[in-house]
């Protein structure tokens, strides 16, 4: 065995001195301890960390094996097995570790390698020995040398690159390093960050590169810290959104618009309504799908470009910044989502600016309103003279509209919220039709006061109608009822319209939830707390039975026959509007005829049930309305 040892000691590994110099194979070499090896892994890990130090040996290794395999190449009477054999042999013999192959497996065509498996182990690897001793266990393999040693050993023979896994690894704890060889195409992502060394920069490069590249970060914050700095000032002096905009404009040279929620458009430089309207659709279809935009973002529409940031007031999205560029105009995004995320704050702060003044105004309204009906003013001169600080005539004629919500669900917790954004809702549907109100709120209805003038010949009843459409998109799970009153010269008597208003919202229900005073007709004139008393004997002595004692059932039996008289007697039509079968409603009318005692084809007792039923909507609306949507 000795003999054996020695002679593959000198095939292989062939050590001579000359001169006073060591020379392996040929080449000098020298001799230094693995501690010395120990404390250059030590001060690479510190200087230029963990990724770059096992680049940096698996790159030394790699040239290590290269360097031997060159010799073992020349040797034509050997099989490239067993080459490739040689290889753990000389790094065993050069005391890198204890190396062994357990399996090999070559496949060939021609000069060309189809695949290789190759499969060993290490004992004692002086790399993970050292690494342990300095650092204690890793978390993953640490004998980057060696891995390297034996991909570019097997590299240079195969003339294919080849990468060498460590499996396991004497520095995480393991009893032996386990390894695992294959062509890189076979590795993919595996084998790249240890090939990465050729397309990494030199250390010094690099910071010279980074600190380029701090500097730019730098004039970059620069530009952006003094536009927000105009932009800051142009708040602090009260500009308008409009002057913001342009501000920022005519610094970066790049269309800016402003939209609001509902992609209106609030403010706008460097581009022309006509082109805006050409990218609105993109945008609008973009947002419709059911996309959001909680942060910047870039967005492909038409023939251009779109960076796009929220703009959050209260923690919600009140409108939209946008930067446009068309097709081939170049784009710094660093520093344009920096720029847009500042002007989008701006814009914020206007908008809570805009919110605190206009919450201030409709709070000194809505006590105003309040004054009004309550009576405090003495004449009417005192009152068209305060309103004139509201930009409000109330020496026009006026209506008042009473404007009624349920939920459908219960939601106690959020209450606040909902009577708050409902209030909120109607005041911005008037202020983006510039129509100029008084809004007063109690609990579930609003009152609100509009002069004739600002109506532009427009139908109260449409514009009622437009209101609850809005409001309901807002509001989910509500029902709106509203009663309009009569139109009122004398605002001295506001009072009386606040009232006519209450009289008609209680004619309204789900399936009219509009309701005119004028549709009253003289049961409106005649209803009024002096004469209630009177009313309900009227109404007693008109439905008998039916009115006394109400309970649920009678309750049920007067709501179908007011359906049934205000539809002329169509069973068909009144069947469907209260969902009944019309056997169903058969039934009941035959109830409700047994109990008045009367022929319901009667045209004149039709006309006075009519009269009596609408008085008891009215006087009796909260237990009817109950019953109802129930």
């Given at each position: 065995?000795?003999?054996?040892?020695?002679v593959?000691l000198?095939?292989?590994?062939?050590?001579?001195?000359?001169?006073?110099?060591?020379?392996?194979n040929?080449e000098?070499?020298?001799?230094?301890s693995?501690?010395?090896?120990?404390?250059?892994?030590?001060?690479?890990?510190?200087n230029?960390?963990?990724?770059r130090?096992?680049?940096?040996?698996?790159k030394?290794?790699?040239?290590?094996?290269?360097?031997d395999?060159?010799?073992v190449?020349?040797?034509e009477?050997?099989?490239?097995?067993?080459?490739?054999?040689?290889g753990?042999?000389?790094?065993?013999?050069?005391?890198?570790?204890?190396?062994?192959?357990?399996?090999?497996d070559?496949?060939?065509?021609g000069?060309?390698?189809?695949s290789?498996?190759?499969?060993?182990?290490?004992?004692?690897?002086?790399?993970?020995e050292?690494?342990?001793?300095?650092f204690?266990?890793?978390?993953?393999?640490?004998?980057?040398?060696l891995s390297?040693?034996?991909?570019?050993?097997?590299?240079?023979?195969l003339?294919?690159?080849?990468?060498?896994?460590?499996?396991?690894c004497?520095?995480?704890?393991?009893?032996c390093?386990?390894?695992?060889?294959?062509?890189?195409?076979?590795?993919q992502e595996?084998?790249?960050?240890?090939?990465?060394?050729?397309?990494e920069l030199?250390?010094?490069?690099e910071?010279?590169?980074?600190?380029?590249?701090?500097?730019h970060?730098?004039?970059n914050?620069?530009?952006?810290?003094?536009?927000?700095?105009?932009?800051?000032?142009?708040?602090?002096?009260?500009?308008?959104l409009a002057?913001i905009?342009?501000?920022?404009?005519?610094?970066?040279?790049?269309?800016?618009i402003?939209?609001?929620?509902?992609?209106?458009?609030?403010?706008?430089?460097?581009?022309?309504?006509?082109?805006?309207?050409?990218?609105?659709?993109?945008?609008?279809?973009?947002?419709?799908?059911?996309?959001?935009?909680?942060?910047?973002r870039?967005?492909?529409?038409?023939?251009?470009?779109?960076?796009?940031a929220?703009?959050f007031?209260?923690?919600?999205?009140?409108?939209?910044?946008?930067f446009?560029?068309?097709?081939?105009?170049?784009?710094n995004?660093?520093?344009?989502?920096?720029?847009?995320?500042?002007?989008?704050?701006?814009?914020?702060?206007?908008?809570?600016?805009?919110?605190?003044?206009?919450d201030?105004?409709?709070?000194?309204?809505?006590?105003?309103?309040?004054?009004?009906?309550?009576?405090?003013y003495?004449s009417?001169?005192?009152?068209?003279?305060?309103?004139?600080?509201?930009?409000?005539?109330?020496a026009d004629?006026?209506?008042?509209?009473?404007?009624k919500?349920?939920?459908?669900?219960?939601?106690?917790?959020?209450?606040?919220?909902?009577?708050?954004?409902?209030?909120e809702?109607?005041?911005?549907?008037?202020?983006r039709?510039?129509i100029?109100?008084?809004?007063?709120?109690?609990?579930?209805?609003?009152?609100?006061?509009?002069?004739?003038?600002?109506?532009?010949n427009?139908?109260?009843?449409?514009?009622?109608?437009?209101?609850?459409?809005?409001v309901?998109?807002?509001?989910?799970h509500?029902?709106?009822?509203?009663?309009?009153?009569s139109l009122?010269?004398?605002?001295m008597?506001?009072?009386v319209?606040?009232?006519e208003?209450?009289a008609a919202?209680?004619?309204s229900?789900?399936?009219?939830?509009?309701?005119?005073?004028?549709?009253?007709?003289?049961?409106?004139v005649?209803?009024n707390?002096?004469n209630?008393?009177?009313?309900?004997?009227i109404?007693?002595?008109t439905?008998?039975i039916?009115?006394?004692?109400?309970?649920?059932?009678?309750?049920?039996?007067?709501?179908?026959?007011?359906?049934?008289?205000?539809?002329g007697?169509?069973?068909e039509?009144?069947?469907?509007d209260?969902?009944?079968?019309?056997?169903?409603?058969?039934?009941?009318?035959?109830?409700?005829?047994e109990?008045?005692?009367?022929?319901?084809?009667?045209?004149q007792?039709q006309?006075?049930?009519?009269?009596?039923?609408?008085?008891v909507?009215?006087?009796?609306?909260e237990?009817?309305?109950?019953?109802v949507?129930?």
């Amino acid at each position: 065995m000795a003999i054996n040892r020695e002679v593959i000691l000198s095939d292989l590994l062939h050590i001579t001195q000359d001169d006073g110099f060591l020379y392996t194979n040929n080449e000098r070499a020298v001799i230094t301890s693995t501690s010395a090896f120990s404390t250059l892994q030590h001060d690479l890990i510190e200087n230029i960390g963990i990724e770059r130090l096992q680049t940096f040996f698996f790159k030394f290794g790699y040239h290590l094996g290269e360097e031997d395999a060159k010799k073992v190449a020349a040797n034509e009477a050997l099989s490239m097995v067993e080459k490739i054999a040689r290889g753990p042999v000389i790094h065993s013999l050069k005391g890198y570790a204890k190396s062994e192959i357990t399996e090999t497996d070559l496949e060939t065509q021609g000069n060309k390698t189809i695949s290789l498996c190759c499969k060993g182990m290490w004992q004692h690897s002086f790399e993970a020995e050292q690494y342990v001793k300095k650092f204690g266990f890793s978390e993953r393999p640490v004998c980057h040398s060696l891995s390297g040693y034996a991909s570019g050993f097997v590299s240079f023979l195969l003339g294919e690159k080849v990468f060498f896994k460590e499996l396991q690894c004497e520095g995480q704890g393991a009893p032996c390093c386990k390894w695992e060889g294959r062509l890189v195409s076979d590795w993919q992502e595996e084998s790249k960050e240890y090939f990465s060394y050729s397309k990494e920069l030199p250390v010094l490069k690099e910071l010279e590169q980074t600190n380029e590249q701090l500097l730019h970060e730098k004039n970059n914050l620069s530009i952006v810290t003094r536009i927000h700095q105009d932009l800051t000032d142009e708040l602090i002096k009260g500009s308008t959104l409009a002057t913001i905009v342009k501000k920022v404009n005519e610094q970066i040279h790049l269309p800016i618009i402003v939209e609001d929620k509902r992609r209106q458009l609030l403010a706008s430089s460097g581009i022309a309504l006509e082109d805006y309207h050409l990218i609105k659709s993109h945008f609008d279809e973009f947002l419709k799908s059911g996309q959001t935009i909680m942060k910047t973002r870039l967005l492909h529409c038409g023939n251009g470009t779109r960076l796009v940031a929220p703009i959050f007031l209260l923690g919600k999205i009140v409108g939209y910044c946008s930067f446009l560029y068309d097709g081939e105009e170049a784009m710094n995004q660093d520093i344009d989502s920096m720029l847009i995320g500042k002007l989008a704050s701006v814009c914020s702060l206007t908008f809570l600016k805009e919110k605190i003044e206009l919450d201030s105004m409709e709070r000194a309204k809505s006590y105003f309103f309040e004054e009004i009906i309550s009576g405090k003013y003495a004449s009417k001169q005192e009152i068209i003279r305060k309103a004139d600080y509201f930009q409000l005539d109330l020496a026009d004629r006026y209506y008042v509209i009473n404007m009624k919500y349920k939920f459908a669900k219960k939601c106690e917790e959020k209450e606040l919220t909902i009577h708050k954004n409902i209030y909120e809702s109607v005041s911005d549907f008037f202020n983006r039709k510039s129509i100029n109100i008084l809004i007063d709120q109690e609990t579930d209805s609003l009152f609100l006061l509009i002069t004739e003038k600002q109506l532009n010949n427009q139908n109260i009843v449409k514009l009622a109608r437009s209101l609850v459409s809005c409001v309901k998109k807002e509001i989910k799970h509500a029902l709106f009822l509203v009663g309009i009153s009569s139109l009122n010269s004398d605002i001295m008597e506001a009072n009386v319209a606040l009232n006519e208003a209450r009289a008609a919202v209680r004619l309204s229900s789900r399936d009219k939830c509009i309701t005119n005073f004028s549709e009253l007709g003289m049961i409106g004139v005649l209803i009024n707390e002096k004469n209630e008393k009177a009313i309900r004997k009227i109404i007693k002595d008109t439905l008998g039975i039916l009115y006394e004692d109400l309970d649920s059932n009678k309750i049920t039996l007067m709501e179908t026959l007011y359906h049934f008289l205000v539809n002329g007697g169509n069973l068909e039509q009144t069947a469907d509007d209260l969902a009944l079968s019309v056997s169903g409603l058969r039934y009941r009318l035959n109830k409700i005829t047994e109990l008045l005692g009367h022929d319901l084809r009667d045209p004149q007792l039709q006309f006075q049930l009519l009269l009596a039923l609408k008085a008891v909507r009215i006087i009796d609306y909260e237990l009817i309305v109950n019953q109802v949507e129930r």
